[in-house]
């Protein structure tokens, strides 16, 4: 192999002139720049390759003809700023030779940064990110795309492909993951996590969105959250809604106001608003009902138009999937007691909030209409296909009343207002025997009433008894002295 050693000192009197060096390597063969010991620079012919041993400097970019890396044409890495060099710029066409107050800015990919004018502190890491950002500062974006229609939004975070891609003017956004926010325009104060998480979302402000899909289809709903693989996944429109666990409301298009917390909560709702869900598959069937609270598992699972109902306790169901204004405690199972400090429960009752008030008149007689039962509870419900056979009755007896025999009572009575019996399902009826204290109270006092009458006839009785006694005893004594006197005339 041969080597050729070349030293040039090249010295130039007053007069210069144009000319072209050539040096050409043999086969095999080196170029090499170097003192008597150190090697500075090298240049193989069999490669091609150009090794520098020491250092590379470069002039501060003030230019595009100043400490400029190019491929081909195209600008490859600068640190471009007229006045100080805090700014890094490295890949095609990355950063501009245009800007001028913009200080502190990393682009880093393709095109990055490439509007800049005077935004600064800004960091971009991908292929066209933070492309078309001119005044924004304090952006963060890593990923192709990312960032890339910002103008002149601030405070932006976006880590992944095309998160936060279409944002133009939105501030304080933090998008992570693949299409996170990618949609977003001018929305503000929203936080995705997750591929897709909020990605359409446009306008919509102060959206937190955590988990694969969660928040994808908001547009302009404002002031949700949602915590779980594909929660409040369908949301359009709807707003200060709350969702916690894997897909809850992930139906919820424009309802409001809703709090999910559980596997499933409130899963199928679409527009019902103000509803509470706290438990897995609570208020799962729900669509459209409103004010309604479940907290328990399974808990109002049945529930799909209800509203105003409320259900506490493992699998308390309402008593009709459209029932309204109900409370239930507690499921099938709990019947025998109920446990609270308190005896009675207070209800409203002022005589300002009631019309037609009249006496009552239903008492004794309706009374003994009723039939008070002593049984053994065994729910259809604890049986395949509900066909009761008796082999899981509870053993311990409890006293009450059946509901079909109050409903005839009343129904022959011509009392059916009295409601002693709720048929929102027919499958299923229930007793409210409560309704019966006012007709015990009136047998009570139709009782004292008629047994007040029965002293005053034993008080009449017990004085014409006196007198009877006081007539008799005078009687007597009448007798007595006639008798006398005949005896003495004699």
């Not at 299923?428 to 008629?450: F, H, M, R, S």
């Not at 004085?463 to 006639?482: D, G, I, P, R």
Request: charged letters at 15%.
């Amino acid at each position: 192999m041969k080597n050729y050693v070349l030293f040039f000192c090249l010295m130039f009197g007053a007069t210069s002139f144009a000319q072209n060096i050539t040096n050409t390597l043999g086969t095999s063969g080196s170029f090499i720049i170097k003192d008597a010991s150190n090697d500075y620079l090298t240049l193989s012919q069999s490669t091609g390759q150009v090794n520098i041993l020491k250092t590379l400097r470069l002039e501060n970019t003030a230019s595009s003809t100043i400490g400029v890396i190019y491929k081909g044409t195209d600008r490859f890495i600068h640190d471009y700023y007229p006045a100080t060099s805090n700014n890094t710029f490295m890949g095609k066409n990355a950063g501009n030779f245009t800007l001028t107050t913009a200080d502190y800015n990393t682009g880093i990919g393709r095109t990055s940064l490439f509007s800049l004018t005077t935004g600064g502190n800004n960091a971009a890491l991908g292929s066209i990110s933070l492309y078309s950002n001119t005044t924004g500062h304090n952006n963060s974006a890593v990923g192709h795309n990312s960032l890339s229609s910002n103008t002149t939004g601030y405070l932006n975070s976006a880590f992944g492909s095309n998160s936060l891609s279409s944002n133009t003017t939105g501030l304080s956004n933090s998008a992570f993951g693949t299409d996170a926010l990618r949609f977003n325009t001018t929305g503000e104060g929203s936080s995705a996590f997750g591929a897709s998480s909020l990605s359409l979302n446009t306008t919509g402000l102060s959206n937190s969105a955590f988990g694969y899909n969660s928040l994808s289809s908001n547009t302009t709903g404002s002031y949700n959250s949602s915590l779980g693989y594909q929660s409040l996944s369908s949301n359009i429109t709807g707003s200060k809604n709350s969702a916690f666990g894997y897909l809850s409301l992930s139906h919820n298009t424009t309802g409001d106001g809703n709090t999910a917390y559980g596997y499933l909560a409130l899963d199928n709702n679409i527009s019902g608003h103000s509803n509470t869900a706290y438990g897995g598959v609570a208020l799962r069937l729900s669509q459209t009902g409103f004010y309604n609270t479940a907290v328990g598992y399974i808990a109002g699972a049945g529930i799909t138009s209800g509203s105003n109902l409320t259900c506490i306790g493992y699998n308390a169901q309402a008593s009709a999937f459209n029932a309204t204004n109900e409370i239930t405690l507690g499921n099938d199972v709990v019947g025998m007691i109920l446990r609270c400090k308190a005896t009675t429960i207070t209800s409203l009752s002022d005589a300002r909030d009631k019309k037609n008030i009249k006496d009552l008149d239903l008492g004794i007689d309706f009374l003994m209409k009723i039939r008070p039962r002593q049984f053994n509870w065994d729910n259809r419900e604890w049986y395949n296909n509900n066909i009761s056979d008796g082999s899981k009755m509870i053993e311990a007896s409890t006293a009450g009343f059946i509901a079909q025999e109050l409903d005839e009572a009343q129904t022959t009575g011509n009392a059916e207002w009295l409601n002693l019996v709720l048929k929102n399902n027919p499958e299923k009826l229930e007793a409210t025997p409560g309704n019966l204290l006012p007709i015990i109270v009136k047998a009570v006092q139709d009782l004292k009433k008629e047994n007040d009458d029965l002293k005053k006839e034993v008080e009449s009785l017990k004085s014409m008894s006196e007198k009877l006694v006081t007539l008799e005893q005078l009687l007597n004594e009448l007798t007595s002295e006639k008798h006398t006197a005949l005896v003495i005339k004699n």
